[in-house]
């Protein structure tokens, strides 16, 4: 008769332990998901060297060191980045005209005036050989 009694008691108590499971749950996938170990390169070529330093300069404070990404921008090391995805031209596109917010939870992404295609293209070298290096190659896009 005591359990009876205590039934409501023991709903709500489970009912917290649930959802105490599923955002500890949530957290971990969504750090899983988001978080790559970068290997760095050791080869590169000239293009992406000067391209590393461009993003250096003009995408790290967002993006991260070796694009793993900050909490004001997304990593580009991540598989949602690859060439099927997005192309070179999002990268041209993203800069010259900035991004609105669509895959993450960062806000906008203001154009890059300073940054010449010139400049964009050897970023582009350099994002895509540590995209490779981390194992992110081409997948077709489906929608």
């Known amino acids: 008769m005591q359990f009876k009694n205590n039934l409501p008691k023991y709903f709500v108590i489970g009912f917290f332990g649930l959802?105490?499971?599923?955002?500890?749950?949530?957290?971990?996938?969504?750090?899983?998901?988001?978080?790559?170990?970068?290997?760095?390169?050791?080869?590169?070529?000239?293009?992406a060297r000067a391209g590393q330093?461009?993003?250096?300069?003009?995408?790290?404070?967002?993006?991260?060191?070796?694009?793993?990404?900050?909490?004001?921008?997304?990593?580009?090391?991540?598989?949602?980045?690859?060439?099927?995805h997005h192309p070179d031209e999002s990268f041209y596109s993203a800069v010259a005209n900035g991004v609105p917010q669509h895959h993450w939870p960062y806000g906008n992404m203001p154009k890059l005036s300073q940054v010449t295609?010139?400049?964009?293209?050897?970023i582009i070298s350099y994002v895509r050989e540590i995209q490779l290096a981390n194992g992110i190659t081409y997948k077709p896009h489906k929608m």
Do not use: Q, W
């Open 117 to 122: 295609p010139d400049e964009v293209a050897k």
């Open 19 to 47: 959802g105490i499971f599923a955002l500890i749950s949530k957290t971990i996938k969504s750090e899983a998901e988001t978080s790559y170990a970068t290997v760095g390169l050791t080869e590169m070529s000239a293009e």
């Open 53 to 84: 330093d461009l993003f250096a300069a003009n995408c790290a404070t967002c993006h991260g060191d070796a694009g793993r990404g900050t909490e004001k921008g997304p990593p580009l090391i991540h598989d949602i980045y690859n060439p099927g």
